[in-house]
């Protein structure tokens, strides 16, 4: 089976900083990935919508507005809604006690700030490497 390295990139709710998601976006690319980058002000259906379209191996969401733990929240209660099983990974300005509680909800990874590019594609890489059926 061929792996999928389509990844949905998208910046929720009202946050409107979108130069990190921007820099990983052209990091994952060059690093080979295909990203479809949805912008800003998505909610969670639309993401869900946009990751059925466009057959994607995992989704992207990123935070500097402190909305992470609510807008997070949305995105896996839609997805399971549409009976979506994708892994999430979340980025952006979340506090060491709300990425645990994030993985505990069941986002598969949390990249914050100060990681390197090997090391967020090898973030990546384990999402999407993990998620193919044997």
């Known amino acids: ?38 912008g800003l002000h998505n909610d969670a259906s639309r993401i869900v919508r946009a990751a059925i379209d466009e057959d994607v191996a995992a989704i992207g969401i990123s935070f500097l507005s402190g909305q992470h733990m609510t807008q997070a929240q949305h995105l896996l209660e839609e997805m399971k809604k549409n009976e979506i099983k994708l892994p999430v990974f979340c980025g952006g300005v979340i506090p060491q006690d709300d990425a645990k509680a994030l993985k505990d909800m069941g986002i598969t990874e949390v990249i914050t700030p100060g990681a390197l590019t090997d090391e967020i594609i090898g973030i990546i890489d384990n999402c999407i490497s993990s998620s193919i059926p044997s």
């Open 1 to 38: 089976m061929t792996e999928n390295r389509r990844l949905l990139l998208a910046k929720m709710g009202l946050d409107c900083h979108d130069t990190g998601i921007v820099t990983v976006a052209k990091m994952l690319r060059d690093a080979g990935y295909e990203v479809i980058y949805l």
